[in-house]
């Protein structure tokens, strides 16, 4: 447990909480040169931050609402909410004059220089790797405003109050817009672009949130700076780093891949239909169904009620006895495993790289054509953020260390990489045992395409609010 209570009411609420959202609009930024008045300008802006405790209030005004509407008999009413967080680029901060090491390497470099580092595709030119990002993400990006609402016009209003702050579009503006993004749940409610259920398992940070079981917690300090051990200055206490990533999603290619090589049978050498080992095998390489249900505790069926049940469906160690019978239940390689590999490995090699995701979907449905062709015509993707008080042990360890490493988890044959995430040359053929049957061969597999492809993404610095306001 930790000693000091957190403060609750100077942390940013997409942190702890999450700020509640149909739709996400992600608004990076660059900086003026009116630095001073831009300074001025974000202690006014201070007040419309959602807090952590502002963030737990629309939570429980929206679950009120529900439970009302249940109790009465109605449909449950849209509540109007809305949220704003602010985080900070190493260049932003420089901008502001804010000089001085804020304790995080990653953090000060940026992400354009780590791209090649975690694998994203690219070429070099003049002597220099130049990753296949869109524009916006290879020039300096200073800062990130996160508007979420119930409804695309409770982010318009924010972000109109918030543009008359900063005089956008007026001559004398302290920002201009670099890049806007806007996400949103999707109409298969918390389920991402390849149709499985998201945001289940994430850690409770003790002496904050309530537990549910194997949910895992950790130490504030694996999540917020100011309570670990690293020298930071003053103000950069109750702050998170943010690592954003613009990952777009190939549905229609990922479909087409699990419609081509169906598992022919279950771990129990029962023969399967070619719909029934397609979706067994997109199951295995998520580490979990469609409906959210972990394949180690359900491996041969899909159990939508314990995919739903929050008080069961994270509820579950990995099988580590014995290669051949974990593997049965829950490949090594999968999404799930690789990026949380739970006792897998000693909890002290796994609780310090836990990290608090709060992604959105972004882009359209696909489309008849779409299907039809198998092949990916409009963008749509996640729009992957998570938060953690040190970015060499949460994003760029997970994505480095654990899901772009063909030998991780450390077992008697290299898993192979993440196949959801990990990112290597296109045409690699690595093993990864999706199979049920035989997960001890390196599986007849597949080649390597790769469905999630980053277009971009910065690393930041999402201070407190006091911070914000005297900073
Ligand atoms: C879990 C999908 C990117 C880290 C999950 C789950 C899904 C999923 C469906 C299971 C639901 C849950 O446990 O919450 C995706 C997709 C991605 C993506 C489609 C890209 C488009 C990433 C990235 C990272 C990451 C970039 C970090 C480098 C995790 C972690 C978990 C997870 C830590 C929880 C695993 C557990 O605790 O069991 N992801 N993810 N994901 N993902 Fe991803």
New binding site residues.
């Given amino acids: 447990m930790t000693s000091t209570p957190l403060d609750l009411d100077n942390i940013q609420g997409d942190i702890l909480v999450g700020l509640l959202k149909k739709t996400e609009t992600f608004y990076f930024f660059q900086i003026s040169d009116d630095v001073n008045a831009f300074r001025t300008q974000l202690s006014q802006l201070a007040p419309l931050i959602t807090s952590t405790t502002a963030a737990m209030d629309h939570r429980k005004t929206v679950s009120q609402s529900k439970k009302d509407a249940l109790a009465q008999g109605r449909e449950p009413p849209v509540v109007p909410i809305a949220g704003l967080n602010i985080a900070f680029s190493q260049s932003g901060l420089t901008k502001m004059g804010i000089t001085g090491d804020i304790g995080d390497v990653g953090f000060k470099n940026g992400q354009l220089a780590d791209a090649l580092a975690l694998g994203d595709q690219g070429s070099t030119v003049n002597g220099k790797f130049v990753p296949d990002w869109i524009p916006a993400f290879k020039n300096a990006i200073h800062g990130v405003m996160i508007f979420s609402g119930d409804k695309q016009a409770s982010v318009d209003k924010t972000l109109a109050e918030v543009s008359a702050i900063l005089r956008v579009g007026a001559h004398d503006a302290t920002i201009h817009e670099v890049l806007k993004v806007v996400g949103a749940v999707r109409p298969e409610n918390g389920h991402?672009?390849?149709g499985?259920?998201?945001?289940?398992?994430n850690p409770a940070v003790e002496g904050f949130d309530i537990e549910k079981p194997g949910q895992g917690a950790v130490d504030p300090k694996v999540i917020l700076t100011g309570h670990d051990a690293i020298l930071r200055p003053a103000w950069a206490t109750d702050g998170s780093f943010l690592a954003f990533?613009y990952?777009f999603?190939l549905v229609p290619e990922f479909n087409l891949f699990l419609k081509k090589n169906p598992l022919p049978t279950d771990s129990d050498g029962n023969r399967l239909t070619p719909e029934q080992g397609s979706e067994l095998l997109g199951a295995r390489m998520?580490?979990?169904w469609k409906s959210?249900a972990p394949v180690d505790l359900t491996p041969i069926v899909d159990d939508p009620v314990l995919g739903k049940d929050p008080m069961r469906n994270n509820d579950f160690h990995y099988n580590i006895e014995n290669d051949f019978t974990s593997q049965s239940r829950c490949p090594f390689a999968a999404?799930?495993r690789k990026?949380?590999p739970r006792n897998d490995l000693r909890p002290e090699f796994v609780t310090p790289h836990r990290?608090i995701?709060r992604g959105v979907p972004f882009g359209p449905e696909v489309t008849p054509d779409e299907a039809q062709d198998n092949r990916t015509h409009l963008g749509r993707?996640?729009l992957?953020a998570?938060y953690q008080s040190n970015l060499a042990n949460g994003?760029q360890f997970?994505?480095k260390q654990w899901?772009n490493a063909r030998g991780f988890p450390p077992k008697s044959t290299p898993p192979g990489i993440d196949p959801?995430?990990g990112q290597l040359n296109p045409g690699d053929v690595l093993p990864r045992s999706m199979s049920g049957t035989n997960p001890a061969s390196q599986d007849e597999l597949l080649g390597l395409p790769i469905w999630?492809v980053p277009r971009g993404g910065e690393y930041f610095f999402s201070p407190s609010i006091s911070a914000l306001r005297d900073t």
């Fill in positions: 991402e672009h390849f499985f259920l998201d945001g289940i398992s990533r990952l999603q998520v580490g979990r959210g999404h799930t990026t949380n990290i995701r993707g996640l992957f998570c994003f997970v994505q899901a959801i995430i999630v």
